[in-house]
């Protein structure tokens, strides 16, 4: 079983910058995704990248903003975030998933405790 930790969280005011960095407790080679839970809100996804580190995808509220990577020998998850706005608000999630569509929430077998990422105005 693959345990993920996640890091990086914390306050900043709108237009500040965070690294969210996930770390995996074994190597797997598998689709690792970014997901947050607003407050009172369903989690949603955030940004995927391939086993391979070629392919991303990015929910089209960070589009632009944010940065997926992953360092596989490290057996780490990154997420670079500027220009953050309060809407970014919520608790970020790291998954792994090994096969299935990459914004499939039911795709993702083992979840990270999440960091809490707060943006004031």
């Known amino acids: 079983q693959v345990q993920l930790v996640e890091s990086g969280g914390g306050s900043v005011q709108n237009g500040g910058s965070l690294r969210l960095t996930c770390t995996a407790s074994?190597?797997?080679?598998?689709?690792m995704a970014w997901f947050r839970q607003p407050p009172g809100k369903e989690r949603e996804v955030v940004a995927s990248?391939?086993?391979?580190?070629?392919?991303?995808n990015y929910a089209d509220s960070v589009k632009g903003r944010f940065t997926i990577s992953r360092d596989t020998m490290k057996r780490t998850l990154y997420l670079q975030m500027d220009d953050l706005k309060p809407e970014d608000t919520a608790m970020y999630y790291c998954?792994?998933?090994?096969?299935?569509?990459?914004?499939?929430?039911?795709?993702?077998?083992?979840w990270g405790q999440g960091t809490q990422v707060t943006v004031s105005s």
């Open positions: 074994m190597y797997s080679y598998g689709m």
């Open positions: 998954a792994i998933a090994y096969g299935g569509r990459w914004s499939d929430y039911y795709a993702y077998r083992y």
């Open positions: 990248i391939s086993a391979d580190g070629v392919e991303t």
